[in-house]
């Protein structure tokens, strides 16, 4: 029943910023953990960023520096503000949520993912 929208993609030369947004709708009561994803063509979909309801954060290499990711639980929506963007972050990229709904029952839910491309 949670259903989560991705938004703020696009295109971007290198160097620039984008903010990711993915609200999440359903019968929430809870959330446990928030994350990003991305998948380039003909790579695995690996983690970029994620986040706990304890606020901590993990970050994968390639983007430590560059990306922050952040919550508005009060919205059920994650961000990722993205920096000092290249070429080689050019991918599809994903929300994630884990958490609890109505009757005590646990969810984990994709986006249906967003584009992202970062022109040379």
């Known amino acids: 029943q949670v259903q989560l929208v991705e938004s703020g993609g696009g295109l971007v030369q290198t160097g620039g910023s984008l903010r990711l947004s993915c609200a999440a709708s359903g019968s929430i009561t809870g959330i446990h953990a928030m994350g990003w994803y991305r998948q380039a063509p003909g790579k695995q979909r690996e983690l970029v960023a994620g986040l706990t309801s304890g606020g901590s954060t993990n970050y994968a290499d390639f983007v430590k520096g560059r990306f922050t990711i952040s919550r508005d639980n009060a919205k059920n929506t994650v961000y990722l503000q993205m920096s000092s963007l290249k070429p080689e972050d050019t991918a599809v990229y994903y929300c994630?949520?884990?958490?609890?709904?109505?009757?005590?029952?646990?969810?984990?839910?994709w986006g249906q993912g967003t584009q992202v491309t970062v022109s040379s």
């Open positions: 994630n949520m884990r958490g609890t709904i109505v009757l005590g029952l646990q969810y984990d839910t």
